[in-house]
């Protein structure tokens, strides 16, 4: 099948491109879509005074059963957006599917069974790389025939010579497609190389040409300016720029620039509803143009792995700017877990085989010291509790607790490359030493090998076995073969709802609790922990 160029390039409307709302889809990243249902109705009523005619409500998730909390906006299920319609009955509501999270395409289909009877939405737009767009077409086509205008979103398209694109699109039939949409995931492109893309692609399309940018070097607001002005006739944006990473080009600047008649004093308060919706939610990552971003977007290193550090406090700016490095040489313009978290790669090395330690702490009552901002809140109590019930006190990770310690445990092979001063502490260091020979000069002292294990927890001889390269995994993994009296913490304040990391560190606790002791904390935690008291 081919694609027939067209004679003349598809025209933008007189009136200026298409503008789509994109804001509780892309800025579900970063409170996993829970958003208040009247939020929801706020932002669209307002959306539709200003004069927005498209908006993308969120995510059709592959299942209702989901590892980690999904708000309203995460699953968007057919009735909420059939109360929506029908309240807002001028405004085209949608939801984006990423192809690549379901088996196939009838278990995608079945996740929109009842949508189009219910009248419920108006588009649908399907979100895909490059070398599976052939799959993504027929995932479009197939929501066509269901009654469905249906996009495909191409995404990382940075760094893809247009000539490529054409050639690729050129042997599809995309005439069934409302439209194809061009999306910079990683905000890696230029102005210049914008022009040329989207001019490229609108000579020989038959349908509108979209474009979605993020703002990694402040170009997405200009890229675009120049990808309409090259003949783009959809355009991507969302309020204050609220997105993953980043963030997106600003909604209510594409309106200035686009809608004739736009009405000002509402789009203002579109602007003023979500920042008082941000300015209500202070734990969110924040979002917008940095050095991190921008760095990513030279490595080609996707931007959830920049906010996800930017979430956990562990990190410093110099550690999330070695990750970046890191893994733009693996190449990782996917996200993955696992890739964050460094992996079994580290570890290739055996390690030494040190004495036996599970009589370190035995019998004895240990604290261990977290990062978080409570333990400086609380330091002058810890300080007493730790003298009073004589605690061998432990140092979790790099920080410095102020906090006279005896001991620090510290495992992952970040935290050694960005704080090699940690290696010269007077401090006893546990953890995997030897098997970090390569990346520092480490002195002689107590030594266990980490092994990786997601079936097994726990300290057998020399060896830990942890589910994660996390030090606080890795601590509590470490106690539950000393035969503790008891185990305090302080400082481990947890992360923000839905973070996984949460659900990862209370997984070790109810590990550690099947050998006898679980842990209690003595400063406030978002972590579902039991607390002691400071008597």
């Given amino acids: 099948m081919e694609m027939h160029p067209t004679t003349e390039s598809p025209a933008t409307p007189a009136s200026g491109p298409m503008i789509l709302d994109c804001s509780l889809r892309d800025g579900g990243y970063q409170n996993n879509w829970d958003f208040s249902l009247a939020l929801v109705r706020s932002h669209l009523e307002l959306l539709t005074l200003a004069g927005i005619q498209m908006a993308e409500i969120g995510l059709r998730s592959p299942s209702l059963v989901t590892d980690e909390f999904l708000g309203l906006c995460g699953h968007t299920s057919g009735s909420l957006l059939a109360d929506l319609q029908s309240e807002f009955s001028k405004i085209s509501l949608g939801v984006m599917v990423n192809q690549a999270d379901f088996e196939d395409n009838n278990h995608l289909l079945r996740r929109f069974e009842g949508a189009q009877g219910l009248n419920a939405l108006s588009f649908v737009r399907v979100a895909t790389n490059l070398h599976t767009f052939p799959e993504a077409l027929r995932t479009a086509d197939l929501l066509t025939e269901m009654g469905f205008s249906s996009y495909v979103n191409v995404m990382q398209i940075a760094g893809i010579p247009a000539n490529s694109l054409t ?3 050129s042997k599809y039939e995309i005439n069934g497609l409302a439209g194809l ?44 300016i120049e990808a309409v002005g090259s003949g783009a006739s959809l355009v991507d944006g969302t309020v204050l720029g609220i997105g993953r990473g980043a963030g997106n080009s600003r909604l209510e600047l594409l309106a200035l620039e686009y809608l004739p008649e736009l009405q000002a004093r509402e789009m203002g308060s579109v602007v003023g509803l979500w920042e008082n919706w941000a300015s209500q939610n202070r734990d969110l990552a924040p979002w917008g143009p940095s050095f991190e971003y921008a ?12 906010q996800k550090m930017g979430q956990d406090e562990s990190y410093s700016i110099v550690e999330r700017v070695k990750v970046i490095e890191m893994l733009g040489a693996k190449g990782s313009s996917k996200y993955s877990v696992s890739e964050l978290e460094v992996g079994r790669e580290w570890f290739d ?55 006279p310690a005896e001991f620090r445990i510290i495992s992952h092979p970040l935290t050694i490359l960005s704080h090699p001063e940690v290696l010269l502490t007077e401090q006893t260091l546990i953890g995997p030493l030897n098997q970090f020979k390569d990346l520092a000069e480490v002195p002689p002292g107590i030594s266990l090998d980490l092994e990786l294990s997601s079936e097994r927890f726990g300290l057998d001889g020399s060896k830990v076995h942890s589910p994660s390269t996390r030090s606080s995994i890795y601590a509590l993994a470490l106690l539950a073969g000393m035969n503790c009296e008891s185990i305090l913490v302080a400082g481990f304040d947890g992360f923000g709802p839905g973070d996984s990391r949460n659900r990862e560190f209370e997984d070790a606790v109810a590990k550690l609790s099947e050998f006898g002791v679980s842990p209690l904390s003595l400063t406030p935690t978002g972590l579902n922990l039991r607390f002691r008291a400071f008597d």
């Fill in 167 to 169: 050639q690729l699109f």
């Fill in 181 to 224: 949409y061009l999306a910079d995931s990683l905000g890696a492109m230029s102005p210049q190389t914008t022009k040329r893309l989207v001019s490229s692609l609108v000579e020989v399309s038959p349908i509108p040409i979209g474009v979605h940018f993020h703002d990694n070097f402040s170009l997405a607001f200009a890229n675009s």
């Fill in 349 to 403: 090395s055996e390690g030494a085989q040190p004495t036996p330690v599970e009589n370190l702490f035995a019998g004895g009552k240990v604290l261990l010291l977290g990062g978080g901002k409570s333990l400086s809140s609380f330091r002058e109590e810890v300080v007493r509790i730790a003298d009073l019930l004589e605690l061998v006190v432990c140092v979790v990770g790099a920080h410095d607790p102020g906090i």
């Fill in 295 to 306: 760095l990513a977007a030279k490595r080609n290193v996707h931007p959830t792995y920049v």
